[in-house]
């Protein structure tokens, strides 16, 4: 790992115990690894993905210890999550750089893309609807390439 990597991860626990402490929560070795699973992950995971990784390293980790830090960090915007409908959520480690998703209803696929037109747009249509536009989520459903192929 990087000096630079190391030095993001361990911002992001500082954060997450500051969270804990705040919200007069116990700091727990388990929390901090779903956060390191999610630090290092190259795609976005499902609560039972995370689960597996975490319990590799602490066996004794139970999944609905997993959903529930899953939940703190969502609520406190370290995490995002993409709804899949009735088979759950992916999360991923909010980065702090705003990025869109193509999701594949074939193979579940995230294609992460960055459009600065389309956020121009957006912030042009919240404006012309006198709306303070905060944050938003756009997620694109279709078929990705690969699955077209077949």
Do not use: W
Not at 4 to 24: A, D, F, H, S, T
Not at 51 to 68: Q, S, W
Not at 131 to 138: S, V
Request: net charge positive; aromatic share 6%; charged share 35%.
């Amino acid at each position: 790992m990087s000096a630079k990597m190391k030095k993001n991860l361990e911002k992001y626990l500082q954060e997450l115990k500051e969270i804990v402490k705040k919200r007069g929560l116990k700091h727990s070795s388990q929390r901090e690894q779903v956060l390191k699973v999610l630090f290092h992950a190259k795609e976005h995971l499902t609560p039972e993905e995370i689960y597996n990784k975490v319990k590799k390293e602490n066996p004794n980790i139970g999944l609905a210890t997993v959903y529930r830090t899953l939940s703190l960090l969502e609520k406190e915007d370290m995490v995002s999550s993409v709804s899949f409908g009735h088979e759950g959520k992916k999360y991923e480690l909010n980065r702090g750089e705003h990025h869109d998703h193509m999701i594949c209803l074939e193979c579940g696929k995230i294609l992460e893309f960055y459009d600065e037109n389309l956020e121009k747009l957006q912030e042009k249509i919240a404006e012309e609807h006198n709306f303070k536009l905060l944050t938003h989520q756009m997620n694109l459903y279709g078929i990705c390439k690969e699955c077209q192929k077949k």
